[in-house]
C-alpha cells in the first residue's frame, strides 16, 4: 500500500499563488506516476496535472497550463503543485493520487485525503 499526505491548501485571494505537497509513504517504489485531482462543490472530480515518478513526463490539464506546475523530489518522495495566478473557479478539494502505469492513466491506485483551496475573488 501506498500513503499519501496533502498539505498546503489555504484561502488565498485572486491572482495569488500556492503550493501544495503530496507526501507518499508505505510502498512508494511501486509508484510510476503521481498526479493532482481536484474537486469543487456539486462538480465531478476532475484531473489536473501528472508527473513521472521517474523521467520528465508532465501531462496537465488545459484549465491550468501555463498556471499550474507540477514537480517532485524523490528523495523525499514528495510531489509538489505551485499555483499561480489563482482564480476562484480553483477553488476546490484537492487530491493527490498515484498510479502503477503512466501519467496519461485514468486508473490510479491510492489516494490522499485532501486539502482544501480556497480562492476569493
Known amino acids: 500500500q501506498v500513503q499519501l499526505v496533502e498539505s498546503g491548501g489555504g484561502l488565498v485571494q485572486a491572482g495569488d499563488s500556492l503550493r501544495l505537497s503530496c507526501a507518499a509513504s508505505g510502498r512508494a517504489f511501486s509508484i510510476v506516476a503521481m498526479g493532482w485531482f481536484r474537486q469543487a462543490p456539486g462538480k465531478e472530480r476532475e484531473f489536473v496535472a501528472a508527473?513521472?515518478?521517474?523521467?520528465?513526463?508532465?501531462f496537465y490539464a488545459d484549465s491550468v497550463k501555463g498556471r499550474f506546475t507540477i514537480s517532485r523530489d524523490n528523495a523525499k518522495n514528495t510531489v509538489y503543485l505551485q499555483m499561480n495566478g489563482l482564480k476562484p473557479e480553483d477553488t476546490a478539494v484537492y487530491y493527490c493520487?498515484?498510479?502503477?502505469?503512466?501519467?496519461?492513466?485514468?486508473?490510479?491506485?491510492?489516494w490522499g485525503q485532501g486539502t482544501q483551496v480556497t480562492v476569493s475573488s
Open positions: 493520487a498515484s498510479n502503477r502505469k503512466n501519467v496519461y492513466t485514468i486508473e490510479y491506485d491510492y
Open positions: 508527473i513521472a515518478w521517474r523521467g520528465d513526463s508532465t
